[in-house]
Nanobody
Framework: QVQLVESGGGLVQPGGSLRLSCAASGPISSINGMFWYRQAPGKEREWVAT???????NYADSVKGRFTISRDNAKNTVYLQMSSLKPEDTAVYHC?????????????????WGQGTLVTVSS
């Protein structure tokens, strides 16, 4: 089955940097878009960044200029390079993929979420 696995979270001081990774695995035919979301304690999940298959990227205003999303197509992996981190960036970061998977009944469009990785920005 198709799954996404995030990694790279941890504790970092304000102003520091972290790089998150999200690797997709399983019977994947193609990936149309990969996304990062985050959910801070007591808050709703919010969209952070998008990487679309033609290399277009978009960012939430709150992270624009500080975060960079990139993708390694050969590895089916998306990255989120986070710099100038602030305490308000503390959250569980989830990736999502819109993809086409091979199944026993033919190709199928799926939206798949990872389990999340915790980023804590604190001194």
């Amino acid at each position: 089955q198709v799954q996404l696995v995030e990694s790279g979270g941890g504790l970092v001081q304000p102003g520091g940097s972290l790089r998150l990774s999200c690797a997709a695995s399983g019977p994947i035919s193609s990936i149309n878009g990969m996304f990062w979301y985050r959910q801070a304690p007591g808050k709703e999940r919010e969209w952070v960044a998008t990487f679309i298959s033609n290399s277009r990227t978009n960012y939430a205003d709150s992270v624009k200029g500080r975060f960079t999303i990139s993708r390694d197509n050969a590895k089916n992996t998306v990255y989120l390079q986070m710099s100038s981190l602030k305490p308000e960036d503390t959250a569980v970061y989830h990736c999502k993929a819109n993809l086409v998977a091979y199944t026993s009944v033919g190709n199928r469009n799926l939206e798949v979420w990872g389990q999340g990785t915790l980023v804590t920005v604190s001194s």
